[in-house]
């Protein structure tokens, strides 16, 4: 059975679960001073005076670039192991991997044809 | 470690007939991106009804002939080949039947390479014998029809069903994916010929893990296939779909599905199958009970139909219950020939219908039942066929649908289980009086205006041929098909 195996995924959920909670609820307050003044307590927005509601609707062609940004950045996560077994797989993993990155300049293509990339 | 590849000649000979689709619709894709105007309207799905053509004769050729390499991804054996049959004849149909839409509601083009994918992502779950390209087979399936039943684009019932089925089928899926986890676990590989040594004790060494990841894969299997009670999506997602969607949905999908359960299930599970099929043969009793009742509220022609299609899903389930049950290989053959011979049927009767269906709804403007007033006097060669598909639907004699139901009734009491033969038979009498208000309305109401004949597209007569030819030829020359299936050896 494999579930010796598993017991460290176990223990990994436990202590990620068990260090925030012990820094941050736990130990923390203990720590830390509190002087709580107007300017602290206001929402931080990188350094300017926060403007408007956080929950702002976003054009919906943030979207289709981030779909397809989404492919290509899965694209990359692949070609990184290829590239240091490149020399092992040979002619192989080459042929494999051409046609993989063919398969998804199709996708560019098509989105680059349906107006994906066009703003307007 | 030595690891062997995959080389391009393996996977030629163990998945020539998908590759041939999947390089098609990529060479259609990248047509439709070239060419611009209308002529890719008339030609891309031309193209795409060619490649099936030739992947179809390509499935066919390997009848018989069995493929297993070291490579645990799929496997060419008669069980995969048989049921990619029955998949590329109803994509074919799927894809006149579209062909043929009328242009006020012609679907936009992308369908022509959308339902190549998802037909290649259907080849994939019969064949494959890995939880991986199985998984990633479902998903290619399931994506791609999420984006086909959402296609018209400007219709809000259609973006409805979409996302309704979107949300539903990912569910479905992670349920899947969970249950497989378990499989893994337990057996510690992605190769099913693996889980199945391991499996054979499993039961007795881990019986909480092995059930689990049972009711799991049965219960997201159960939501694809709209068993009963995970069916509540099919309704919504079947009349909001175009409607050659709605019968690639119907048939394709569910077909596929069927064949993911029984290889994955038999294979993983099959040791302990007399602990287990009960629960199979109660999901079947209550999906044809609430599938054929249901469809009597129903004025809806579609959503009438979708319910036949959960009662029919019902009885499909019944030789996957039982067809393990009696541990002989002519029992087994005996259930795996009845359900497939069943989903023949059903493949032609049911596009036949929504082929009907389409042609009177896009006249009338109307999806109910009251668009087939008067048909017959209208035009008597569309009620009459329609008449034909629906009483091959409801089991009359002399069609398909008939000879199927007895072969599935047969394969239940040769395996003892005479309460699921019981139920399917006093379902199919409900089944009667619901089709039978569309009868009514055809041959008995008189039209409701006095308006001009109706326009047939050719194409559209040909999908209605085929589908009649179909039907009539496996009831009254049943032994041509039956024949070909008892001679089959299903799994290498």
Redesign the interface.
Known sequence: ???QD?IFILLFVVLGLALPMATLAMIGPLLRPKHPTKEKLKTYESGLDPVGDARVRYNVRYYLFALMFLAFDVETVFLYPWAVEYHNLGL?GF?EMLIFLV?LA?GL??AW?KKVLEWK | MSTS?L??QTLWSLMGPELVLAIAA?II??YE?IVTGDAKKAVAPWLSVIASIGALIFAMSRIGTTVTTGVSVAVVDDFGSIFAILLLISTILVLLFAIAMKKRQSLPYEYSYLVLFATVGAMVLATATDLITLYVGLELLSITTYVLVALYRKSPRSSEGGLKYLIMGSIASATILYGMSFLF??S?STDLSTITVVMQTSFT??PGLAYLSLALIVVGIGVKISAVPFHLWTADVYEGAPTPVTAYLAVVSKAAVFALLIRLTYMAFGAEVHMWYGVIGWIAVITMIVGNFGALAQKNVKRLLAYSSIGNAGYMLIPFAVSGLVKTTSSFTQGLSSLLFYLFAYAFMTIGAFAIYAVVASHEQSDEVDAFAGLYKRNPWLAGTMALFLLALAGMPLTGGFVGKLMIFIAAFNAGQYWLGVVLFATSVVAFYYYFSILRAMFMTEPKSDSKSMHTPAVMHIVIVLCAVGILWLGIFPTTLSGVLGNLHWFA
């Open positions: 059975m494999y579930s598993f192989y042929t398969l199709i293509v098509y044809r | 590849f080389s391009f990529f894709m990248l991106l676990g337990i510690g060494n881990f």
